[in-house]
């Protein structure tokens, strides 16, 4: 007789850490004591990385790039510049069409 597939309930993304050999998860994720799970680790972000780095956001803002373009007349709607953008490429790509 064929193995039936496993089916699988939706997955919970839930922060915690490590103490010794066991997670301690910050919040309740409302599964049932014993219940069998799988589980994948990754170190989470430093708050400075999370945060995007280690500049503060009115460095950030103060950073010359930033408004770089505002007077650009071609791009006072960046939607239409981008949807015109591609369709060039489309056309570079399939020029039949």
Do not use: C, F, Y
């Amino acid at each position: 007789m064929a193995q039936q597939p496993e089916v699988r309930q939706a997955s919970i993304v839930a922060h915690g850490r490590i103490e010794g050999n066991t997670s301690v998860l910050d919040e309740p994720v409302g599964l049932a004591d014993g219940a069998e799970v799988d589980v994948s680790i990754r170190a989470a972000a430093a708050p400075a990385e999370a945060a995007g780095g280690s500049r503060r956001r009115d460095e950030v803002w103060s950073d010359p790039v930033i408004g770089m373009w505002a007077d650009r007349d071609d791009l006072a709607d960046p939607v239409a510049w981008v949807k015109e953008r591609r369709s060039a490429w489309r056309k570079r790509l399939n020029p039949d069409t």
